[in-house]
Protein backbone atom coordinates (compact mmCIF):
# COMPACT_ATOMS: atom_id res chain seq x y z
CA UNK A 1 0.00 0.00 0.00
CA UNK A 2 1.39 3.29 -1.16
CA UNK A 3 -1.20 5.30 -2.31
CA UNK A 4 -3.10 7.92 -1.98
CA UNK A 5 -0.01 9.91 -1.05
CA UNK A 6 -1.00 12.66 0.64
CA UNK A 7 -2.74 10.33 2.95
CA UNK A 8 0.35 8.56 3.75
CA UNK A 9 2.06 11.88 4.25
CA UNK A 10 4.29 11.85 0.99
CA UNK A 11 3.70 15.19 0.99
CA UNK A 12 2.40 17.86 3.13
CA UNK A 13 -0.63 20.89 2.57
CA UNK A 14 1.21 23.47 0.29
CA UNK A 15 2.56 20.83 -2.21
CA UNK A 16 -1.40 19.80 -2.46
CA UNK A 17 -2.33 22.74 -3.54
CA UNK A 18 0.10 22.62 -5.93
CA UNK A 19 -0.92 19.21 -7.21
CA UNK A 20 -4.34 20.81 -7.12
CA UNK A 21 -4.02 23.21 -9.29
CA UNK A 22 -2.03 20.64 -11.97
CA UNK A 23 -4.68 18.44 -11.98
CA UNK A 24 -7.43 21.03 -12.52
CA UNK A 25 -5.67 22.00 -15.24
CA UNK A 26 -5.82 18.27 -16.42
CA UNK A 27 -9.21 18.96 -15.87
CA UNK A 28 -10.06 22.37 -17.21
CA UNK A 29 -7.88 20.50 -20.87
CA UNK A 30 -10.07 17.98 -21.38
CA UNK A 31 -13.58 18.94 -20.45
CA UNK A 32 -12.56 21.70 -23.30
CA UNK A 33 -11.57 19.01 -25.42
CA UNK A 34 -14.94 17.54 -25.22
CA UNK A 35 -16.74 20.39 -26.17
CA UNK A 36 -18.15 20.74 -22.77
CA UNK A 37 -16.97 25.05 -23.07
CA UNK A 38 -20.04 25.39 -24.92
CA UNK A 39 -23.90 25.36 -23.84
CA UNK A 40 -25.20 24.04 -27.00
CA UNK A 41 -22.79 20.97 -27.25
CA UNK A 42 -24.01 20.21 -23.55
CA UNK A 43 -27.51 20.97 -24.02
CA UNK A 44 -27.76 18.82 -27.51
CA UNK A 45 -27.83 15.69 -24.71
CA UNK A 46 -31.33 16.68 -23.78
CA UNK A 47 -32.84 17.16 -27.69
CA UNK A 48 -30.69 13.49 -28.28
CA UNK A 49 -28.91 15.32 -31.25
CA UNK A 50 -25.84 14.76 -30.06
CA UNK A 51 -24.92 12.51 -26.58
CA UNK A 52 -21.53 13.51 -26.28
CA UNK A 53 -22.37 14.49 -22.25
CA UNK A 54 -23.26 10.51 -21.97
CA UNK A 55 -20.33 9.23 -23.94
CA UNK A 56 -17.74 11.05 -22.07
CA UNK A 57 -18.95 11.15 -18.68
CA UNK A 58 -19.63 7.58 -18.06
CA UNK A 59 -16.17 6.75 -20.30
CA UNK A 60 -14.56 9.11 -17.43
CA UNK A 61 -16.37 7.10 -14.67
CA UNK A 62 -15.23 3.92 -15.63
CA UNK A 63 -12.12 4.79 -16.83
CA UNK A 64 -11.51 6.01 -12.95
CA UNK A 65 -14.02 2.99 -11.58
CA UNK A 66 -11.69 0.29 -13.30
CA UNK A 67 -7.97 2.07 -12.52
CA UNK A 68 -9.10 2.48 -8.54
CA UNK A 69 -10.28 -1.12 -8.54
CA UNK A 70 -7.15 -2.42 -10.29
CA UNK A 71 -4.78 -0.69 -8.68
CA UNK A 72 -6.05 -1.73 -5.00
CA UNK A 73 -6.51 -5.13 -6.33
CA UNK A 74 -2.73 -5.23 -6.87
CA UNK A 75 -2.22 -3.57 -3.58
CA UNK A 76 -0.68 0.16 -4.85
CA UNK A 77 -3.19 1.68 -3.96
CA UNK A 78 -5.36 1.52 -0.22
CA UNK A 79 -9.30 2.14 -1.42
CA UNK A 80 -10.80 2.17 2.28
CA UNK A 81 -8.83 5.80 2.57
CA UNK A 82 -10.35 7.11 -0.42
CA UNK A 83 -12.89 9.43 0.06
CA UNK A 84 -16.64 8.55 -0.70
CA UNK A 85 -18.78 11.04 0.01
CA UNK A 86 -21.78 10.54 2.86
CA UNK A 87 -25.20 9.68 1.00
CA UNK A 88 -27.64 12.33 2.49
CA UNK A 89 -30.58 10.49 0.27
CA UNK A 90 -33.87 12.95 0.34
CA UNK A 91 -31.36 16.72 -0.34
CA UNK A 92 -29.61 14.49 -2.78
CA UNK A 93 -32.57 13.43 -4.72
CA UNK A 94 -33.90 16.87 -4.66
CA UNK A 95 -30.32 18.83 -5.24
CA UNK A 96 -30.26 16.05 -8.36
CA UNK A 97 -33.17 17.42 -9.72
CA UNK A 98 -32.96 21.11 -9.26
CA UNK A 99 -29.17 20.75 -10.86
CA UNK A 100 -30.93 19.22 -14.06
CA UNK A 101 -33.62 21.86 -14.14
CA UNK A 102 -30.55 24.41 -13.85
CA UNK A 103 -28.06 22.70 -16.31
CA UNK A 104 -31.18 22.90 -18.85
CA UNK A 105 -32.48 26.58 -18.32
CA UNK A 106 -28.64 27.88 -17.72
CA UNK A 107 -26.51 25.38 -20.25
CA UNK A 108 -23.35 24.58 -17.99
CA UNK A 109 -22.74 22.84 -14.70
CA UNK A 110 -20.31 24.58 -12.44
CA UNK A 111 -16.73 22.83 -14.23
CA UNK A 112 -18.23 23.92 -17.50
CA UNK A 113 -19.16 27.24 -16.70
CA UNK A 114 -15.82 27.99 -15.61
CA UNK A 115 -14.29 26.01 -18.99
CA UNK A 116 -16.66 28.21 -21.00
CA UNK A 117 -16.49 31.49 -19.10
CA UNK A 118 -12.15 30.54 -19.69
CA UNK A 119 -13.20 30.29 -23.89
CA UNK A 120 -14.81 33.38 -24.40
CA UNK A 121 -18.71 32.78 -23.19
CA UNK A 122 -20.26 35.67 -21.91
CA UNK A 123 -23.43 33.23 -20.99
CA UNK A 124 -20.68 31.06 -18.99
CA UNK A 125 -19.68 33.88 -16.52
CA UNK A 126 -23.07 34.99 -15.79
CA UNK A 127 -24.38 31.50 -14.69
CA UNK A 128 -21.42 31.98 -12.33
CA UNK A 129 -22.79 34.81 -11.35
CA UNK A 130 -26.16 33.05 -10.68
CA UNK A 131 -24.58 30.22 -9.05
CA UNK A 132 -23.10 32.38 -6.43
CA UNK A 133 -26.06 34.39 -5.94
CA UNK A 134 -27.79 30.44 -5.75
CA UNK A 135 -25.33 29.48 -2.62
CA UNK A 136 -25.38 32.80 -1.42
CA UNK A 137 -29.84 32.35 -1.19
CA UNK A 138 -29.25 28.86 0.35
CA UNK A 139 -26.73 30.12 2.82
CA UNK A 140 -28.88 32.54 3.91
CA UNK A 141 -31.52 29.91 4.53
CA UNK A 142 -29.54 27.47 6.00
CA UNK A 143 -31.00 27.93 9.49
CA UNK A 144 -34.11 26.66 8.17
CA UNK A 145 -32.81 23.93 5.82
CA UNK A 146 -30.42 22.54 8.18
CA UNK A 147 -33.03 19.95 9.17
CA UNK A 148 -33.29 18.42 5.61
CA UNK A 149 -29.99 19.28 4.51
CA UNK A 150 -28.38 16.97 7.21
CA UNK A 151 -32.04 14.05 7.02
CA UNK A 152 -31.61 10.59 5.87
CA UNK A 153 -28.03 10.25 6.59
CA UNK A 154 -26.99 6.91 5.45
CA UNK A 155 -23.39 7.67 5.89
CA UNK A 156 -20.46 7.04 3.11
CA UNK A 157 -22.13 3.51 1.57
CA UNK A 158 -21.72 2.73 -1.98
CA UNK A 159 -23.54 0.58 -4.32
CA UNK A 160 -21.75 -2.73 -3.35
CA UNK A 161 -22.78 -2.73 0.88
CA UNK A 162 -26.15 -1.38 -0.24
CA UNK A 163 -26.97 -4.37 -2.45
CA UNK A 164 -24.83 -7.03 -0.72
CA UNK A 165 -23.03 -7.82 -3.70
CA UNK A 166 -18.74 -7.77 -4.31
CA UNK A 167 -17.57 -4.51 -5.58
CA UNK A 168 -16.20 -6.46 -8.49
CA UNK A 169 -19.72 -7.53 -9.42
CA UNK A 170 -20.97 -3.89 -9.34
CA UNK A 171 -17.67 -2.37 -11.77
CA UNK A 172 -18.76 -5.40 -13.98
CA UNK A 173 -22.02 -4.31 -14.26
CA UNK A 174 -21.49 -0.86 -14.25
CA UNK A 175 -19.16 -1.31 -17.35
CA UNK A 176 -21.50 -3.60 -19.22
CA UNK A 177 -24.13 -0.89 -19.12
CA UNK A 178 -22.09 1.58 -19.95
CA UNK A 179 -20.99 -0.60 -22.98
CA UNK A 180 -24.65 -1.10 -23.80
CA UNK A 181 -25.35 2.60 -23.12
CA UNK A 182 -22.52 3.74 -25.63
CA UNK A 183 -24.05 1.25 -28.81
CA UNK A 184 -27.21 2.74 -27.75
CA UNK A 185 -26.11 6.57 -27.90
CA UNK A 186 -25.24 5.88 -31.27
CA UNK A 187 -28.16 4.80 -32.63
CA UNK A 188 -30.00 7.74 -30.76
CA UNK A 189 -27.99 10.04 -32.35
CA UNK A 190 -28.54 8.88 -35.88
CA UNK A 191 -32.20 8.87 -35.65
CA UNK A 192 -32.68 12.04 -34.17
CA UNK A 193 -29.50 14.11 -36.06
CA UNK A 194 -31.06 12.35 -39.17
CA UNK A 195 -34.27 14.15 -38.15
CA UNK A 196 -33.19 17.50 -37.33
CA UNK A 197 -31.12 17.56 -40.60
CA UNK A 198 -34.09 16.89 -42.38
CA UNK A 199 -36.68 19.40 -40.54
CA UNK A 200 -33.82 22.35 -42.09
CA UNK A 201 -33.02 20.72 -45.70
CA UNK A 202 -36.51 20.50 -47.44
CA UNK A 203 -37.05 17.22 -49.56
CA UNK A 204 -34.02 15.57 -48.07
CA UNK A 205 -34.11 11.82 -48.16
CA UNK A 206 -34.41 10.42 -44.53
CA UNK B 1 -28.59 8.70 -45.38
CA UNK B 2 -28.51 12.76 -45.95
CA UNK B 3 -28.00 13.15 -42.15
CA UNK B 4 -24.68 11.53 -42.26
CA UNK B 5 -23.74 13.15 -45.18
CA UNK B 6 -24.32 16.55 -43.57
CA UNK B 7 -22.45 15.60 -40.44
CA UNK B 8 -19.47 13.94 -42.61
CA UNK B 9 -19.44 17.36 -44.95
CA UNK B 10 -19.52 19.72 -41.98
CA UNK B 11 -16.69 17.66 -39.85
CA UNK B 12 -14.48 18.08 -42.96
CA UNK B 13 -15.39 21.48 -43.13
CA UNK B 14 -14.39 22.49 -39.81
CA UNK B 15 -11.54 19.98 -40.44
CA UNK B 16 -10.46 21.87 -43.29
CA UNK B 17 -11.44 25.46 -42.35
CA UNK B 18 -9.32 24.46 -39.43
CA UNK B 19 -5.68 23.83 -41.69
CA UNK B 20 -6.20 26.85 -43.31
CA UNK B 21 -5.79 28.82 -40.28
CA UNK B 22 -9.91 30.59 -40.66
CA UNK B 23 -11.62 28.45 -38.08
CA UNK B 24 -11.88 26.14 -34.92
CA UNK B 25 -10.90 22.64 -34.78
CA UNK B 26 -13.20 19.67 -34.45
CA UNK B 27 -13.55 18.41 -30.19
CA UNK B 28 -11.96 15.43 -29.86
CA UNK B 29 -13.64 11.81 -29.91
CA UNK B 30 -15.96 11.65 -26.63
CA UNK B 31 -14.11 8.10 -25.94
CA UNK B 32 -11.15 9.35 -26.11
CA UNK B 33 -11.68 12.65 -24.33
CA UNK B 34 -13.65 10.44 -21.56
CA UNK B 35 -10.65 8.68 -20.82
CA UNK B 36 -8.14 11.54 -20.39
CA UNK B 37 -10.64 12.64 -17.93
CA UNK B 38 -11.11 9.61 -15.92
CA UNK B 39 -7.16 9.47 -15.98
CA UNK B 40 -7.27 12.85 -14.42
CA UNK B 41 -9.56 11.76 -11.73
CA UNK B 42 -8.20 8.54 -11.22
CA UNK B 43 -4.47 10.56 -10.91
CA UNK B 44 -6.67 12.70 -8.45
CA UNK B 45 -7.21 9.64 -6.11
CA UNK B 46 -4.18 8.21 -6.30
CA UNK B 47 -2.57 11.32 -5.34
CA UNK B 48 -5.31 13.00 -2.87
CA UNK B 49 -7.22 10.09 -1.76
CA UNK B 50 -10.20 12.08 -3.03
CA UNK B 51 -11.62 13.51 -6.09
CA UNK B 52 -12.59 16.97 -8.76
CA UNK B 53 -15.15 19.53 -7.76
CA UNK B 54 -16.20 22.62 -8.88
CA UNK B 55 -18.83 24.40 -6.94
CA UNK B 56 -17.38 24.23 -3.18
CA UNK B 57 -14.33 26.43 -4.95
CA UNK B 58 -17.55 29.54 -5.34
CA UNK B 59 -18.63 28.06 -1.93
CA UNK B 60 -15.11 29.42 -0.60
CA UNK B 61 -15.82 32.94 -2.42
CA UNK B 62 -19.71 33.70 -1.39
CA UNK B 63 -18.19 32.62 2.15
CA UNK B 64 -15.65 35.03 1.92
CA UNK B 65 -18.00 37.42 0.72
CA UNK B 66 -20.50 37.19 3.30
CA UNK B 67 -17.96 37.55 6.05
CA UNK B 68 -16.20 40.60 4.37
CA UNK B 69 -19.67 42.25 4.09
CA UNK B 70 -21.05 41.07 7.87
CA UNK B 71 -18.41 39.23 9.76
CA UNK B 72 -20.61 38.60 12.63
CA UNK B 73 -23.76 37.14 10.27
CA UNK B 74 -21.37 34.75 8.57
CA UNK B 75 -20.04 33.64 11.74
CA UNK B 76 -23.36 32.84 13.31
CA UNK B 77 -24.11 30.68 10.56
CA UNK B 78 -22.63 26.87 10.55
CA UNK B 79 -22.55 26.63 6.89
CA UNK B 80 -20.43 29.55 5.66
CA UNK B 81 -18.25 29.12 9.04
CA UNK B 82 -17.29 25.36 7.53
CA UNK B 83 -15.93 27.09 4.11
CA UNK B 84 -13.97 29.73 6.31
CA UNK B 85 -12.65 27.20 9.20
CA UNK B 86 -10.96 24.67 6.12
CA UNK B 87 -8.07 23.87 8.23
CA UNK B 88 -5.65 25.49 5.55
CA UNK B 89 -5.76 28.52 7.91
CA UNK B 90 -6.92 30.51 4.78
CA UNK B 91 -10.62 30.23 3.24
CA UNK B 92 -8.84 30.20 -0.59
CA UNK B 93 -6.01 27.66 0.40
CA UNK B 94 -8.01 25.02 -0.20
CA UNK B 95 -8.44 22.06 -2.86
CA UNK B 96 -10.88 23.15 -4.34
CA UNK B 97 -10.54 26.56 -5.35
CA UNK B 98 -6.38 25.59 -6.23
CA UNK B 99 -7.55 23.12 -8.72
CA UNK B 100 -11.25 25.39 -10.34
CA UNK B 101 -8.23 27.98 -10.87
CA UNK B 102 -6.19 25.07 -12.62
CA UNK B 103 -9.52 24.47 -14.69
CA UNK B 104 -9.66 28.08 -15.65
CA UNK B 105 -6.23 27.72 -16.73
CA UNK B 106 -6.71 24.17 -18.58
CA UNK B 107 -10.13 25.31 -20.26
CA UNK B 108 -8.45 28.42 -21.82
CA UNK B 109 -5.52 26.32 -23.05
CA UNK B 110 -7.09 23.53 -25.23
CA UNK B 111 -9.19 26.47 -26.34
CA UNK B 112 -6.10 28.25 -27.85
CA UNK B 113 -4.83 25.35 -29.25
CA UNK B 114 -7.72 24.26 -30.98
CA UNK B 115 -8.85 27.80 -31.95
CA UNK B 116 -12.18 27.85 -30.04
CA UNK B 117 -11.84 30.79 -27.64
CA UNK B 118 -13.30 33.59 -28.49
CA UNK B 119 -15.96 36.60 -26.84
CA UNK B 120 -19.31 35.39 -27.60
CA UNK B 121 -23.14 34.26 -26.44
CA UNK B 122 -23.70 30.55 -26.83
CA UNK B 123 -27.50 30.18 -28.01
CA UNK B 124 -30.00 29.01 -30.59
CA UNK B 125 -31.73 31.57 -33.51
CA UNK B 126 -34.83 31.61 -31.47
CA UNK B 127 -33.83 33.79 -28.25
CA UNK B 128 -32.26 36.94 -28.07
CA UNK B 129 -29.11 37.66 -26.35
CA UNK B 130 -30.33 39.31 -23.05
CA UNK B 131 -33.18 36.67 -22.70
CA UNK B 132 -30.55 34.15 -22.70
CA UNK B 133 -28.50 36.14 -20.13
CA UNK B 134 -31.34 35.90 -17.84
CA UNK B 135 -32.04 32.02 -18.34
CA UNK B 136 -28.17 31.54 -17.39
CA UNK B 137 -28.60 33.48 -14.16
CA UNK B 138 -31.61 31.61 -13.22
CA UNK B 139 -30.26 28.02 -14.54
CA UNK B 140 -26.92 29.31 -12.19
CA UNK B 141 -28.96 30.10 -9.28
CA UNK B 142 -31.14 26.71 -9.33
CA UNK B 143 -28.17 25.18 -9.83
CA UNK B 144 -26.35 26.73 -7.13
CA UNK B 145 -28.86 25.69 -4.57
CA UNK B 146 -29.09 22.25 -5.91
CA UNK B 147 -25.32 22.08 -5.43
CA UNK B 148 -25.78 22.74 -1.60
CA UNK B 149 -28.50 20.45 -1.19
CA UNK B 150 -26.65 17.61 -2.58
CA UNK B 151 -22.97 18.39 -1.24
CA UNK B 152 -21.79 18.68 -4.05
CA UNK B 153 -21.98 19.13 -8.51
CA UNK B 154 -21.63 17.28 -11.57
CA UNK B 155 -17.81 17.36 -10.80
CA UNK B 156 -18.15 16.20 -7.27
CA UNK B 157 -21.03 14.09 -6.88
CA UNK B 158 -21.66 12.29 -10.36
CA UNK B 159 -18.48 11.84 -11.64
CA UNK B 160 -15.64 11.45 -8.47
CA UNK B 161 -18.67 9.55 -6.45
CA UNK B 162 -20.04 7.98 -9.43
CA UNK B 163 -16.64 6.33 -9.92
CA UNK B 164 -16.24 5.21 -5.77
CA UNK B 165 -20.09 4.31 -5.89
CA UNK B 166 -21.28 6.16 -3.59
CA UNK B 167 -25.04 5.22 -3.47
CA UNK B 168 -26.47 8.87 -3.02
CA UNK B 169 -23.63 9.80 -6.06
CA UNK B 170 -25.86 7.46 -8.30
CA UNK B 171 -28.87 8.76 -6.87
CA UNK B 172 -27.76 11.97 -7.93
CA UNK B 173 -27.08 11.49 -11.53
CA UNK B 174 -29.96 10.25 -12.38
CA UNK B 175 -31.79 12.92 -10.87
CA UNK B 176 -29.50 15.26 -12.78
CA UNK B 177 -30.61 13.74 -16.39
CA UNK B 178 -33.95 13.32 -15.14
CA UNK B 179 -34.80 16.96 -14.38
CA UNK B 180 -32.68 18.03 -17.46
CA UNK B 181 -34.99 15.89 -20.07
CA UNK B 182 -38.28 16.47 -18.19
CA UNK B 183 -37.36 20.81 -18.70
CA UNK B 184 -35.76 20.64 -22.16
CA UNK B 185 -39.07 20.45 -23.90
CA UNK B 186 -40.00 23.65 -22.31
CA UNK B 187 -37.06 25.40 -22.70
CA UNK B 188 -36.28 24.25 -26.72
CA UNK B 189 -36.36 27.53 -27.52
CA UNK B 190 -33.50 28.79 -26.15
CA UNK B 191 -31.14 25.77 -27.79
CA UNK B 192 -33.08 25.00 -31.10
Known amino acids: ?206 | MAATVATEAMKAGAAARHEAGTGPAPYMNPYLAGVGLGLVLLATFVLMGRGLGASGAFTSVVAVGVEAAAPEHARANEFYVGYLENGFGHPFKSFLVFEVLGLMVGGFLSGALAGRNRRTVEKGPRISTRGRLGLAFLGGGLMGVGSKLARGCTSGQALSGGAVLSVGSWAFMLMVFAGAYALAYFVRRQWL
Open chain 1, 1 to 206: MIAPFFKYGLFGDEASLILAFLVGIGFGFFLERAGFGSARKLTAQFYLTDLTVFKVMFTAIITALLGIFYLSWIGWVDLSLVYVPNTYLAPQILGGLLLGFGFIVGGYCPGTSVVGTATGRFDGFIFLLGLMAGIFAFGEAYPLLEGFVNSTDLGPITLPEALHVSYGLVVFAVVAMAVVGFWGAGIVERKFAAKSVNDRIPNAEA
